[in-house]
């Protein structure tokens, strides 16, 4: 089964790279494997998709370097400054992120609220995109049982490893946000009459998961990771060549800014610095790397 | 009745082979939580049947730890309560989880920041605790049972593990050890379903569990729970109530006072959440008493589950164990509506207004009932309990009386 040989795979180079605390983590995964499983399922498509996208070159620089251990100190703080006087309420956004990341009924990565606030007493509309927060103090993290999700140290991306996560959905009561969902096995129509569509696997974490019925993620917590597989080998994003989280790339009116927060001089930080900025219950001592812009 | 309990135990069962079917075949696709209400009728189910056991344990350390005599007869029965609805438990709790087939990863990869982690750990010692000292309570009389005829012998052959002593400084001993093990065993109940309070009162994302009064709340109701169960099991079993007509009595006098403290919680939670009136914080509470299911609050769990059986147990019917065992069903019964209340409407709120409206999911609703397959499992695991009760009480040696006149130092 290619899925399985890709796990194991991933496996392999876990064990060398074994970092996080306790067993394998969701990124670390052979390139060599993925591009054979490709191969295998003659995803054509997907992989001319992917080097217009710009993942591909990534993966192959990341194949012709040796795989580095994992850092351990914290490189960027990778955030967002979401401007609501730009968003129109189009959810080109959460379409983005369904087409990145192939996430089925029900999971959604992030949301465009309408209703926030009602009744107003203006009648100007406020719409609201909502990833995860990736906060500075996640409750989602300590409550997991068996440590499947967590914070990456090197840049506060808050992950979850497929293949350790049982399910117990105790991180979803916990987060103030609503940022979590639960797999439950539903399926677009595309997937369920197994077109050439099912045979497309998601890019997430770069584990490149066949959609399989009972096989993870499905049964999973599943949550917004910034488009974590878009990243080089050093952890970087590049805007130009459209390795960027896929709802900012896509804004139609330019709302969602995403960058490091650790760069003073990023947009991110530059916005924050000049404009008013709010962050949601604040009270709970979260600290989200999301920032809301009135 | 024992007749109605054997009919009743393999109805359920059959009906929850249908529910297991579907949850085994088509996983959670049946079930209708969703990533709102994101624990469902397994999750209450799980924590009403572990609150049965901690407080039939605790009911049997009146026995074992502070010798109280009056509730000798039924400490046996009362540990084996608290043994099957431990596996009850565990049970309802393990189909809930997305892979049922890495529920080891909690004791392989302990994350012990997570009240869920310790729970699970401290469920296995617990578990063991049990076994333990179920076996070295019964180990005498699996000794003298081993050495009858036929197949009875034979269980209880293969029960003794090899132990051939039927002494009474044996049997002494053996009530020794059982001492120590209850009363290491209490503390841990204690921090076990507190620590079940814990891990919904520590979630500040939810202000509907977010309370210090949560954890001894559990505690509480646990002890209502287990001590009624405990009333009805000692009415139906080990010569109903022949034997144990005066320990139904006294057992009916405890859980009225045990559920009086719980219900002044109770009123103490409501108070000061509706005075205090934090729109967030009453939200959880206003679905209790007047959201889609006020009827679970008003009519199961306050006139069926507390009025009506306070009534029962403060009148003069508290004379008459058949309306004490009656008045003690009605508790344990109307306890699950409770367990219900605390975990739906602690769910049921948005967390940011308007998720509902903003994608057209059943699995992004704040609205739950649960499905026929949930329903059905539940009642399978009910009915699984019930047969396995109704066989070891049949099989294991009842407590005839004489355990009790050994003197324990």
């Known amino acids: ?294 | 009745m024992k007749r109605a309990f054997w009919i009743v135990g393999f109805a359920f069962l059959a009906a929850g082979s249908v529910g297991l079917a579907d949850r085994v075949i088509n996983g959670h696709i049946h079930a209708n939580y969703g990533s709102i209400v994101t624990w469902g009728l397994w999750v209450a189910a799980y924590i009403y049947f572990i609150g049965l056991s901690a407080g039939a344990f605790l009911v049997s350390s009146l026995v074992y730890v502070f010798n109280l005599r009056r509730f000798e007869s039924i400490g046996r029965l009362a540990l084996f309560t608290a043994l099957v609805t431990l596996l009850l438990a565990l049970l309802s709790i393990v189909f809930d989880i997305g892979h049922m087939g890495r529920a080891w990863h909690v004791m392989a990869y302990p994350n012990f920041k997570s009240p869920m982690a310790w729970m699970i750990w401290l469920y296995a010692v617990y578990f063991a605790i049990l076994v333990a000292e179920i076996w070295w309570l019964l180990r005498r009389d699996f000794v003298r049972g081993a050495r009858e005829p036929g197949w009875h012998g034979h269980i209880y052959r293969w029960l003794t593990l090899g132990s051939r002593d039927d002494s009474d400084a044996g049997q002494a001993r053996d009530r020794r050890r059982v001492r120590v093990l209850a009363t290491i065993g209490v503390p841990l109940a204690i921090m076990f379903h507190g620590g079940v309070g814990a891990l919904f009162a520590s979630v500040a994302a939810r202000p509907h569990w977010h309370s210090g009064l949560f954890p001894i709340l559990f505690l509480l109701s646990a002890l209502v729970s287990g001590g009624a169960l405990l009333a009805v099991v000692a009415t139906i079993f080990q010569h109903g109530l022949k034997r144990n007509r005066d320990t139904v009595l006294a057992l009916g006098q405890v859980v009225l006072a045990l559920m009086l403290l719980d219900v002044l919680f109770e009123i103490s939670e409501f108070l000061v959440a509706f005075r205090g009136g934090i729109p967030g914080e009453v939200a959880g509470l206003k679905l209790v008493i007047s959201g889609p299911y006020w009827w679970v609050f008003w009519g199961w769990q306050t006139v069926i589950g507390t009025i009506i059986p306070i009534l029962l147990l403060a009148l003069p019917t508290r004379r008459d164990p058949r309306w004490v065992s009656l008045a003690c069903l009605l508790i344990a019964a109307g306890l699950f509506g409770l367990r219900l209340n605390i975990v739906i409407p602690g769910l049921a709120v948005e967390e940011i207004r308007g998720l509902g409206q903003a994608v057209a999911s059943m699995r992004v609703h704040a609205h739950y009932f649960p499905s026929v397959t949930e329903w059905l499992l539940t009642a399978g695991i009910v009915g699984l309990g019930l047969v396995v009760f109704g066989l070891g009480e049949m099989l294991l040696p009842h407590s005839d009386g004489e355990v009790g006149h050994v003197p324990v130092r």
């Open chain 1, 1 to 294: 089964m290619p899925a399985n040989t890709l796990f194991e795979a991933k496996r392999e180079t876990a064990t060398v790279t074994e970092a996080h605390e306790g067993g394998p983590s969701v990124h670390e995964m052979s390139r060599r494997g993925l591009l054979d499983h490709l191969t295998k399922i003659g995803a054509g498509a997907l992989a001319a998709a992917m080097s217009v996208g710009g993942a591909l070159p990534a993966i192959a620089r990341a194949q012709a370097a040796p795989a580095s251990p994992r850092p351990t100190r914290r490189k960027f703080r990778y955030g967002m400054v979401i401007d609501t006087r730009r968003c129109v309420g189009c959810r080109a956004c959460m379409v983005a992120c369904k087409a990145e990341n192939k996430t089925p009924p029900g999971v959604f990565y992030t949301v465009v609220f309408d209703h926030v606030i009602e009744p107003r007493i203006d009648d100007k509309p406020l719409f609201l995109t909502k990833p995860c927060f990736h906060c500075e103090h996640p409750p989602c993290v300590d409550v997991c049982p068996v440590s499947a999700t967590y914070k990456r140290e090197q840049d506060g991306i808050v992950v979850v490893d497929y293949d350790r996560c049982i399910g117990c959905r105790y991180c979803m009561t916990a987060c103030p946000y609503s940022a979590r969902w639960f797999d439950f096995d539903e399926n677009y129509p595309a997937v369920e009459q197994e077109t050439r569509y099912a045979e497309v696997p998601s890019p997430e974490y770069n584990q490149f998961r066949r959609r399989e019925s009972g096989k993870s993620p499905v049964g999973n917590v599943r949550k917004c990771h910034f488009c974590m597989h878009l990243q080089d080998e050093n952890g970087e994003y590049d805007k130009a060549a459209g390795r960027w989280p896929a709802c900012a790339k896509t804004c139609t009116g330019k709302a969602i800014h995403f960058g490091d927060f650790l760069d003073p001089e990023s947009e991110v930080s530059r916005l924050v610095r000049e404009r008013v900025a709010i962050r949601l219950k604040e009270e709970l001592g979260t600290e989200p790397n999301v920032f809301y812009l009135l």
